[in-house]
């Protein structure tokens, strides 16, 4: 075994693991390089999105109808990257709902996300000065299976009539069961998921709907913490040169001498930058 | 009547009855298989005789109804050729499952536990899972679903890991499931792998197929149906057409009402102004 | 301590895990990643026990407040129910139990088995069928012509819809499904998840530096 050796560069090893590893460390420097400019103080600019910027709007309404708002977290486990995203993004909901004196309803379907969202709920509150509004029983877990979980919200949902629906996080079958329900309820409804596959639910049935990375921009647009705008800056730098890159693929893949001709000058083709096997 | 506000209630009970009508009556529509099925039988039937076929079933009772059929018909196939096959869940509720399609599908055909086949059962870990088979099957899977010691099997001599299995199927329902393997095997190991999932998965997937990542998918009930006839077991898949192609022909015609409510009502609107 | 500690773990083991991508499985650095790789493994399978006993715990809790009581009762019963009868009596069709004396049980009918394919799969494909009235009523409702995007898709989704029938290759119109799913969707898709990508590694990156700390609960 080669223990001091940690990488050896030779005929067997995939160049397109090097060229990963240099995108990827230039990925991470911009995402580090932005947020250090960002908490330098440095003015950074998001485009506006229209579901966040509803946040006010959406829970002012469940305010003036004397309503609560129901925030549903997706249903994946705390592993799931969408899982914390979301979590951030009830921390500033549940600041808002607090500063409104608005109770925020907040069902869970796995056990371990249920006490994170208690806490993050319980937080906000104290962190709006308003510790006394926090209600427990407020934040529920329900079930751990989708679809028990699912007859339990849209229970929520037709007894407590929120005038206000937000989901965010990782949703699956039950996405159009919730969007639907909470239609025929009357609330306004606010979704974000990366999950493909459900948008075109979330995008039919909700008035708002965050797509794919606009979920992971919440956290930051609505916190408007330096680093976490510094990082969403780097990330839409990486995305420019990623558009690069794939741009220059094109043309490689559209023109087939170009290939021939880069194989002849430096020995490799293009697309063996990015294939591992 | 306001076509563009019809109650819910009657769409709902229109539904309901042109879909168990033409249960009922088992109206059958001949089918014409999608290439990406074909590809996928070809695939499958071109296999040599002795290669190693790893089939993950990642679903659960909710998915049954579309990715069942479409295991039933995969084992059809599978026990009718001389190849080896390693079984895996990543679901929990899957294995009785796959257990139902052994039996009514695959071991019919003479097969046998531990020489023609292994059933590695359910291991929780999702893509840490198939991760790690990238390294040692032995690893991941130190028992077989009847506590059988993998290493005792003699259907796995000489497979040690994800780059000794010569073809992947994966059934997948959602997460974990054929993201996950095309993610942590496909794109390491550039195996060919194929994967049967639910209709409103599919059109994620297509751009995997397009890229030559996957062979073909067979998306929901329709994918189901096309690998039944291509088998030549036709069952649930095929049967379901019927209510499924009504069922969509119903939709089709409540959006064309609702259209037509809406113009209505939109010039009425406008002549009102 | 409390939050230092997790933030700790989260760093070396992010940082393990993207290294194992680069370094061979021999060296001293791909041999510490397999085996965080298999220690995931296991902490996945606790995680499945950890669960379960919180729903345990939440139940209890709640019954004893007189919250959903009969419905907690039920769910309780259930599950300890469930659990017995796969533990002692085994998940196959048949039963093959040996008994704690050393002896064996065999027998036809298996309770368990009875349970999952006479009430779970019923269940389960019960709640799943729900979505084709879902389907039906946003169908008729978001599917209105108020302008030419809204046209397009309305277009897109009857033509994907008729594609789907067999009889469609009769007209054609699976052909033009299948172009459909394989040019513009597939565009859109690939677009869409290469944001997201960025944006998962994004995120991924800030929880392993610890610059974003709110999965620990409470602020960042």
């Given at each position: ?51 966040l910027?509803?946040m ?32 951030v993004i009830l921390s500033e909901v549940a600041k808002l ?27 906000a ?93 919440a956290s930051?647009y609505l916190s408007k ?53 | ?273 | ?220």
């Amino acid at each position: 075994m080669r223990l001091l050796s940690i990488i050896t560069i030779g005929e067997s090893y995939p160049v397109a693991k090097l060229v990963m590893l240099a995108l990827m460390l230039i990925f991470f420097g911009l995402v580090l390089y932005f947020t250090y400019q960002a908490k330098k103080g440095r003015e950074i600019y998001i485009r506006p999105i229209a579901g966040l910027s509803a946040m006010n709007e959406a829970v002012g309404r469940a305010t003036e109808m004397g309503r609560p708002v129901l925030y549903v977290p997706g249903i994946a486990d705390m592993d799931d990257i969408q899982t914390i995203a979301s979590i951030v993004i009830l921390s500033e909901v549940a600041k808002l709902a607090a500063s409104y004196d608005t109770r925020i309803i907040v069902p869970t379907k796995t056990p371990i996300v249920f006490p994170v969202a208690e806490e993050t709920v319980r937080n906000a509150h104290a962190d709006a000065g308003r510790p006394d509004a926090f209600k427990k029983d407020d934040v529920r877990f329900l079930s751990d299976d989708q679809f028990a979980f699912t007859a339990g919200v849209t229970g929520i949902m037709l007894r407590e009539k929120p005038a206000t629906n937000i989901y965010m996080g990782a949703f699956w079958a039950e996405s159009l069961i919730l969007a639907e329900t909470g239609f025929l309820a009357g609330a306004i409804q606010i979704a974000g998921t990366a999950n493909v596959s459900q948008l075109p639910f979330f995008v039919a049935a909700c008035d708002y709907t965050l797509i794919g990375e606009e979920l992971y921009a919440a956290s930051a647009y609505l916190s408007k913490q330096p680093q976490l705008l510094g990082s969403l800056k780097g990330s839409d730098a990486a995305k420019l040169l990623w558009g690069g890159i794939i741009l220059l693929g094109v043309l490689f893949a559209t023109w087939p001498d170009m290939e021939a001709k880069l194989e002849s000058a430096f020995g490799f083709r293009f697309a063996d930058l990015f294939i591992f096997n | 009547m306001n076509l563009a506000k019809l109650d819910r209630r009657w769409l709902y009970v229109v539904m309901a009855v042109v879909l168990v009508v033409p249960f009922m009556a088992r109206i059958v529509f001949p089918i014409v298989p999608s290439d990406s099925a074909r590809k996928i039988y070809d695939a499958i039937e071109a296999l040599p005789d002795g290669s190693v076929i790893l089939v993950s079933a990642d679903y659960d009772p909710g998915s049954e109804a579309e990715l069942y059929p479409m295991n039933l018909a995969l084992f059809h196939q599978l026990g009718q050729k001389n190849v080896k096959m390693i079984i895996t869940q990543l679901w929990p509720q899957a294995g009785p499952l796959v257990k139902d399609c052994l039996d009514k599908a695959y071991l019919p055909h003479g097969k046998k536990e531990g020489v023609d086949f292994v059933n590695l059962g359910y291991k929780p870990g999702g893509l840490i899972l198939i991760s790690k088979c990238n390294e040692s099957i032995l690893k991941a899977f130190p028992e077989d679903v009847n506590g059988t010691p993998v290493k005792d099997i003699p259907v796995l001599k000489g497979i040690e890991s994800s780059n000794d299995i010569d073809f992947f199927m994966i059934l997948s329902a959602g997460t974990p499931g054929i993201r996950e393997w095309l993610e942590q095997c496909q794109s390491q190991i550039g195996k060919p792998m194929a994967s049967g999932m639910t209709a409103v998965s599919a059109p994620d997937f297509f751009q995997y197929e397009n890229s030559g990542q996957l062979i073909g998918l067979l998306g929901g009930l329709r994918g189901a149906a096309d690998y039944e006839a291509l088998v030549g077991k036709p069952g649930r898949g095929v049967l379901g057409m019927g209510p499924q192609s009504f069922g969509h022909l119903l939709i089709i015609l409540f959006i064309v009402i609702g259209n037509i409510g809406y113009l209505i009502s939109r010039q009425k609107a406008r002549r009102a102004a | 301590m409390r939050r230092t500690v997790p933030l700790v773990i989260t760093f070396i083991a992010g940082v393990a895990m993207i290294t194992s991508f680069f370094v061979y499985e021999d060296t001293l650095l791909g041999q510490a990643a397999s085996r965080v790789k298999e220690w995931g493994i296991i902490i996945a399978a606790f995680a499945v026990v950890l669960g379960t006993g919180n729903i345990i715990r939440i139940s209890l809790h709640k019954a004893k407040r007189r919250e959903d009581r009969p419905y907690k009762i039920v769910l309780l019963v259930c599950l300890f129910l469930t659990m017995a009868l796969g533990m002692f009596l085994g998940i196959d069709k048949g039963i093959r139990a040996t008994m704690f004396n050393g002896g064996h049980f065999e027998g036809e009918y298996n309770p368990f088995y009875w349970i999952y394919f006479n009430v779970q799969l019923p269940l389960g494909a019960t709640m799943f069928s729900l979505l084709v009235f879902y389907i039906t009523s946003a169908a008729y409702r978001a599917f209105r012509m108020r302008s030419i995007e809204a046209g397009i898709l309305l277009v897109t989704a009857v033509v994907v819809m008729l594609g789907q029938v067999p009889i469609s290759s009769a007209i054609g119109a699976d052909k033009v499904m299948t172009w459909i799913m394989i040019v513009p969707n597939v565009a859109a898709k690939r677009a869409i998840v290469m944001g997201a990508a960025m944006g998962i590694a994004s995120m991924s990156l800030k929880i392993i530096l610890g610059i974003e700390r709110s999965y620990l609960g409470g602020d960042s």
